[in-house]
């Protein structure tokens, strides 16, 4: 903190010099960093050092209101957000929006409500697109699926149109609520109206079905994403690969893992675990040693997990050159990484 005054003041005596001066654009990048560390008293207390001697302006105050949304402090928000109009400070709609924002994640949606309210009084400051999505997903976590849908139509009755993130928003508060069939209902009208369905979409239905057990609704959502050609992140291939595995079916885990290598994409290590797991307890070996194989040909690291795992069954099928191979190719990973490493330090 001491080092940072420093460097601050000595910066701005250099411009002084120069016939310069800061103002509250080099303040904002003071604050930001702080901020973005987690370190939001620190920023609190440099804006009281400096604020008379560089005016703030309306960034400065959202910067620390994001800062205190980040870290979690509603409270301290709240305090710093009174204190900042008592100064003078005229909120905005990203004013708004991170209060709701901070309000939501605490499970105070209905403290969230009463800031559009105050919103629509004012003049000059409209809800915007990202304040109806952060209500929209404040109303998800209180499982408030109706009044998620009435955001949803206000929005849209009030010149906003929706973009795919408020849909995400909507479709997250369907899923929170368990009515997965309107949930369903929504993706199609996405598609519909030409958005195109992205990770966040097809996540939050997947983890919808799976928390209701709904292997079929699952294996929908699949059928729709793989016939689509779309390329999933990591999260969701390692939910459709648990899925598949632990339902006795890793034929559909090795269906994916070939569609990803087909689109040229690296699994992720920890899908070739699940994988070679659920295929070696189905005794399907030599596919699991092909996949094993395949991750290390891309340049990737098997964990030390699916190895034991792999290196076991092929014992118990005395694939005794498959074993020397696979144990070759864990030291030649090992050794790749020990030396990246070294380069790094």
């Known amino acids: 903190f001491a080092a940072a005054v420093s460097r601050f003041e000595s910066a701005a005596a250099v411009w002084a010099r120069a016939g310069r001066s800061f103002g509250a654009a080099e303040l904002n990048a003071l604050l930001r960093v702080f901020c973005a560390r987690g370190r ?22 959202n910067t620390l209101l994001l800062g205190f949304k980040e870290a979690g402090h509603a409270q301290a928000l709240d305090l710093f957000y009174h204190d ?19 309000y939501c994640k605490k499970g105070r949606f209905l403290d969230a409500l009463q800031l559009l309210d105050e919103m629509r009084k004012r003049e000059n400051c409209k809800p915007t697109l990202q304040v109806f999505t952060t209500l929209i997903y ?16 206000e929005m849209e009755q009030c010149g906003v149109t929706p973009d795919r993130g408020a849909h995400n928003a909507l479709m997250g508060a369907y899923v929170r609520a368990r009515d ?36 079929e609704g699952i294996w929908k959502i699949y059928s729709k994403m793989i016939g689509s050609g ?23 885990g090795l269906e994916l893992w070939d569609y990803l290598i087909g689109k040229g994409c690296v699994p992720h290590r920890h ?33 030390e997990r699916a190895f034991r795992v792999l290196e076991g069954f092929l014992k118990k099928k005395r694939e005794f050159g498959k074993i020397d191979e696979i144990r070759q190719m864990m030291k030649a990973t090992q050794l790749e990484e020990h030396q990246a490493e070294e380069e790094a330090a």
């Open 40 to 61: 939001v008293a620190e920023a609190r207390a440099l804006f009281h050092r400096y604020c008379d001697a560089y005016p703030p302006d309306t960034r400065t105050f």
């Open 180 to 215: 997965l069939q309107s949930g369903m209902a929504l993706m199609s009208e996405m598609e519909q109206k030409g958005f195109g369905l992205d990770d966040v979409t097809y996540n939050t239905m997947l983890c919808g079905f799976q928390r209701a057990g709904d292997l």
């Open 138 to 153: 404040g109303a998800g976590i209180v499982r408030d699926a109706a009044r998620a849908r009435l955001l949803f139509d």
């Open 271 to 303: 899908a070739l675990d699940v994988l070679v797991t659920g295929l070696c307890c189905r005794d399907v070996v030599g596919e699991a040693y092909r996949c094993f194989r395949e991750l290390v040909e891309m340049g990737m690291a098997p964990t």
């Open 84 to 102: 900042a109009v008592l100064r003078g400070f005229v909120p905005d709609a990203v004013s708004y929006c991170v209060r709701m924002d901070a």
């Open 230 to 252: 779309f390329m999933p992140r990591t999260r969701t291939t390692m939910l459709l690969m648990k899925v598949f595995c632990e339902n006795g079916r890793p034929d559909l």
